[in-house]
């Protein structure tokens, strides 16, 4: 089990910072993973990356956001965006999302929301305003999708 008391559980960077040349990170996993955050940010975050598997991972504690792809805002080069991605069925039973604050507002408002409509709410599930072409299946969660055809399929059964 992962404890941290603040900050993320698991990032997957993206290509904000990386060097020239550097590309896109695909076909990853990140599977059964046991995450516990006491005043945390993001339990999963993910920037720029395709085809990745976010599934049957344990989040619990208190968050701003459980699992968010926040791949940079550059509409001029899609190499930044979140595309083809799928988040499924994921524990979330013991999670607590915090309320937007000072701090939520600020954290990835200049930085992840800079274009979003969205940047000053809270939920389990966030997908930014670069985030296209992903899959969310996932029960009983509260869920933000500001991007474009993103696919959001609500199973209420466990």
Do not use: W
Request: with cysteine; glycine share 8%.
């Amino acid at each position: 089990m992962l404890r941290k008391p603040r900050f993320c559980g698991i990032i997957i960077k993206g290509l904000i910072h990386a060097p020239q040349g550097v590309i896109k990170l695909r076909n990853g996993l990140i599977n059964e993973n046991n995450i516990h955050l006491d005043n945390g940010s993001v339990g999963i975050l993910f920037e720029s990356c395709e085809n990745y598997g976010i599934c049957k991972n344990r989040i619990s504690g208190e968050l701003y956001y459980d699992i968010g792809l926040f791949p940079g805002t550059d509409d001029s080069n899609h190499k930044y965006g979140a595309e083809n991605n799928i988040v499924e069925i994921n524990d979330l039973s013991e999670l607590t999302i915090k309320p937007p604050d000072d701090y939520s507002r600020s954290l990835f408002m200049g930085r992840y929301y800079k274009e979003s409509t969205k940047y000053n709410m809270t939920s389990q599930i966030f997908l930014n305003n670069n985030c296209k072409n992903n899959t969310i299946i996932q029960p009983y969660s509260t869920i933000i999708d500001d991007g474009l055809a993103n696919s959001i399929i609500e199973k209420n059964s466990k």
